[in-house]
């Protein structure tokens, strides 16, 4: 099936850095989703975005919906240890209320040095 | 809330036999539940997407035959792998969904010996 291009693909960085992460498609979604997922668990929901150019923040994190909807980013400031894992970006279809299957991105493994 | 659930968390089991995965929304009603599929180092796929009191619809390239799913009520979804074999092991994770967005489940972890 389709997969999202996503990078970068792993991050090594520094506690207290920025991180920022993106996703881009060759066609159109209407929704974008990014979750984060530890080892031997499902993954969770960090933000949704349903209209293009839209921008929210959830805490230390903020997502934006690309204007052309084909990509849309990720970023993390201020990154601290509980961070670490594995991010996936993931594209809908349809908008608002619809019930369509997700489209992950390959991940990005973000990695943590004290 | 928006919690999702799924029994067993693991499972071994020996080639040819058939394996019941459970997916509960715990506390809210799901319209539509997806089953994706994950190896290891690798991202989730799409397997299937059910809807309450009606067939799943099957993403290219799964047997629908083999992987049987079964949505009774709106807070459970269930995944039967028949006749597994070695190549099925994999990370077995539903979502449910109220519209939008999709919420996951702990996942399944299926060993087939």
């Known amino acids: 099936g389709q997969q999202l291009n996503q990078s970068p693909q792993s991050m090594f960085i520094q506690e207290g850095e920025d991180v920022s992460m993106n996703c881009t498609s060759s066609?159109?979604?209407?929704?974008w989703l990014w979750y984060k997922q530890d080892p031997g668990e499902g993954p969770v929901l960090l933000i949704a975005?349903?209209?293009?150019?839209e921008l929210t923040s959830n805490g230390r994190l903020t997502a934006q919906f690309g204007i052309t909807r084909k990509d849309s980013f990720l970023n993390i400031s201020a990154s601290i240890p509980s961070d670490v894992g594995i991010y996936f970006c993931?594209?809908?279809?349809?908008?608002?209320?619809?019930?369509?299957?997700?489209?992950f991105g390959k991940g990005t493994h973000l990695i943590i040095q004290p | 809330g928006a919690v999702v659930s799924q029994h067993p968390s693991r499972v071994i089991c020996k080639s040819g036999t058939s394996v019941k995965i459970e997916c509960r929304s715990l506390?809210?009603?799901?319209?539509?539940m997806f089953w994706y599929r994950q190896f290891p180092k690798q991202s989730l796929m799409l397997m299937a997407t059910s809807n309450e009191g009606s067939k799943a619809t099957y993403e290219q390239g799964v047997e629908k035959d083999k992987f049987l799913i079964n949505h009774a009520s709106l807070t459970l979804s269930t995944l039967t792998v028949t006749s597994a074999h070695p190549e099925d092991s994999s990370f077995y994770i539903c979502?449910?969904?109220?519209?939008?967005?999709?919420?996951f489940g702990p996942g399944t972890r299926l060993t087939v010996l």
């Open positions: 066609s159109i979604f209407n929704t």
């Open positions: 506390d809210f009603q799901a319209t539509t």
């Open positions: 993931a594209g809908q279809l349809s908008s608002g209320g619809g019930a369509d299957g997700l489209t």
């Open positions: 975005l349903y209209k293009a150019g």
């Open positions: 979502s449910a969904s109220l519209g939008n967005p999709q919420y």
